[in-house]
C-alpha cells in the first residue's frame, strides 16, 4: 500500500479550518486543488470525512476521533524533518558506547561518568572491552567514539589528536634498576611483560632496541596494562608504558617510575568517530566533553606545577 503522506497535512488542515477553502488557505493552494485531496482522503480512508450541512461543512463522527491523532502526528512529522533544535542536556536520553583502550578508561573514565552526569542524567555510557580483531564497528554505528594511536586510513572515519604522552618504565618499589641511574643495558637485562590483547611479546620499542644493536628478554605478555602493572608490582617484571594515561594506576599500586633510557617519539592519542555524527549535536557535545576530560591527563601534575610556581 502506497501512502501520500501530504494527505495526511491535508487533513491536519481540513479539520482544524472545517472548510475547503480555508484548508487551502492555510496550505497556500487553491481550492480546486484542496477539494481533490479531500476526495483522494475520502478514498483512502473509505469516510467523507467532511459532509455539507447548510453552507458549512461539519466533520464526520469518524473525523471527530482521529482529528487529534491526525494533528500530532503533523507536528512530530514536521519536527522530525525540520532543523535539528538546541540540545537540551537535562532532558537528553541516550546510550553511547566508547571504546577505548583501557588504560585509557581506567585513567579518566570514572571522571567522564561524573561530567556525564552532571550535564545529562539522562544519558548512559556502555564501555565494552577492546575486541580481539579489529572491527568495522564505527561504520556499523556499533561503537560513538573510539580510541586509537594511529590516524584511521578509511575516508568516512574521522579523527581528532587529544593528546601526545610519552613511555615511563614502572617497577615496584626495591627493584635493582631503582639503584642508580637507568641505562639501556641495566634495562635489557631485567625480565620484561608486554602490554598486547593479542598477546604479542614484541612491540614497538623492541624495534627500536634492535636499531641500536640491544635485544631484550620478554618474558609475559598482559591483555591489559592494569595486568601488567599488577605483574611489575608483584615480580621483578618491568613495564613500559604511556605516562600520562597510567600515572594515576600507577600511583594507587605505589610503583616507582623511571624515564626511559632510549629515545622513542611521543604516542599520539586520537579520538575517532563515523562522519554520520557530523551533525549530531549529542555526539559533539559527547565528543567535547571526552576530549575535555582526555586532555586534562596530559596536564602537568600538581608537583609539578608547585615547582615551577616556587
Known sequence: MQLDLNLLTALDALLE???????????????????????R???????????????????????????AQVHA????????????QDLDLATLE????????????????TALIAAIHRQAPGVQLRLPVEPGTDTPDLRRGEVDLESSSTVPTLPDIRHRLVG???????VRPGHPLTEGPLSVERYTATDHVTVSRRGRLRDP????????????????????????LQL????????????????AARDQLGLITLPLPLQMPAIPLYLLWHQRHDDDRAHTWLLDLATETVQALFAPPPDSQQARSD
Open 164 to 170: 601526545k604522552d610519552r613511555l615511563v618504565v614502572a
Open 17 to 39: 479550518e472545517g472548510s475547503v477553502a480555508g484548508a487551502a488557505s492555510r496550505l497556500h493552494v487553491t481550492p480546486p486543488a484542496m477539494s481533490r485531496s479531500l476526495g
Open 73 to 84: 502526528l503533523v507536528q512530530e512529522a514536521h519536527q522530525l524533518l525540520s532543523a535539528q
Open 232 to 247: 611489575a608490582l608483584d615480580t621483578d617484571l618491568v613495564v613500559t608504558l604511556p605516562d600520562a594515561v597510567t600515572r
Open 205 to 228: 620499542i623492541d624495534e627500536a632496541l634492535t636499531t641500536h644493536g640491544h635485544e631484550r628478554r620478554v618474558a609475559a605478555a598482559a591483555p591489559t596494562a592494569a595486568i601488567a
Open 41 to 67: 482522503i475520502r478514498k483512502v480512508t473509505g469516510d467523507q470525512i467532511l459532509v455539507r450541512t447548510g453552507r458549512t461543512m461539519v466533520p464526520t463522527t469518524r473525523a471527530l476521533a482521529i482529528r
Open 94 to 109: 541516550r546510550v553511547f558506547t566508547l571504546r577505548w583502550h583501557d588504560a585509557l578508561t581506567v585513567a579518566c573514565g
